[in-house]
Every structure is written in structure tokens, then in C-alpha cells.
Nanobody, 125 residues
Framework: QVQLVESGGGLVQPGGSLRLSCAAS????????MGWFRQAPEKAREFVAA????????RYAGSIQGRFTISRDNSKNTLYLQMNSLKPEDTAVYYC??????????????????WGQGTQVTVSS
């Protein structure tokens, strides 16, 4: 099973930016739809963004639309999440995940079968 390792989290002031990375252990990741989720304390894990391997289309949660950008570099087996204009409510542990499908199947975490360990993002002044 593919192994995923996130990095790039940290502490940032409101309005700042961070770029998260997710390195995959196998080249086959390039044919899988990838996604980012997040989980704040005492809240359920929620969908953030997804990138379809089938046609390269992207999906975003309404709360981050226009501020976050998901992308991938298949030559590096790496998925990215560029986060701009960060807000305190973006504070959470961010997880990358891979789907067994090349097409986008929906926002549910049940559509993804491999997860990274998570990276903490804290937005605070």
C-alpha cells in the first residue's frame, strides 16, 4: 500500500501562507485521485480539496475556495496544498489521502484508502 508523508505545517499569523507537501512512496500514485482533509480539535475530519488523476480537475470545500490550491508534481510523486490568506479557523491537523480510483468519487473520506500521519497547521497571532 502506498505510504504518504506530509510536511510543511507550522505556526503562521492570520493572513499568512503555508505550503503543505505530501510525498508518496510509489510511482503508481500518479494514477490515483488525491485529496487533502483536515481535523480540528473536537471536530470531525472534513474534506478540503481533491485533484482527479483522470482529468486533472480539482474540487474545493466552500470554506477554503479561492484561498487554497491543490496541485501535484508526478515527477516527484508529491502532492501540494498552497494555503493563502489563512484564518484562525483553518487551524487543524491536515492529512493527505489517496483514492484507489483515478476519477473523483466525492468528498467523503470513505473514498480514500491510504492516509498520511498528518501535519499540524496553527493560525494565530
Amino acid at each position: 500500500q502506498v505510504q504518504l508523508v506530509e510536511s510543511g505545517g507550522g505556526l503562521v499569523q492570520p493572513g499568512g501562507s503555508l505550503r503543505l507537501s505530501c510525498a508518496a512512496s510509489e510511482r503508481a500514485y500518479s494514477i490515483r485521485t488525491m485529496g487533502w482533509f483536515r481535523q480540528a480539535p473536537e471536530k470531525a475530519r472534513e474534506f478540503v480539496a481533491a485533484l482527479s488523476a483522470d482529468d486533472g480537475s480539482t474540487r474545493y470545500a466552500g470554506s477554503i475556495q479561492g484561498r487554497f490550491t491543490i496541485s501535484r508534481d508526478n515527477s516527484k510523486n508529491t502532492l501540494y496544498l498552497q494555503m493563502n490568506s489563512l484564518k484562525p479557523e483553518d487551524t487543524a491537523v491536515y492529512y493527505c489521502a489517496t483514492s484507489p480510483y483515478s476519477v473523483y468519487m466525492g468528498d467523503s473520506s470513505t473514498n480514500y484508502n491510504a492516509w498520511g500521519q498528518g501535519t499540524q497547521v496553527t493560525v494565530s497571532s
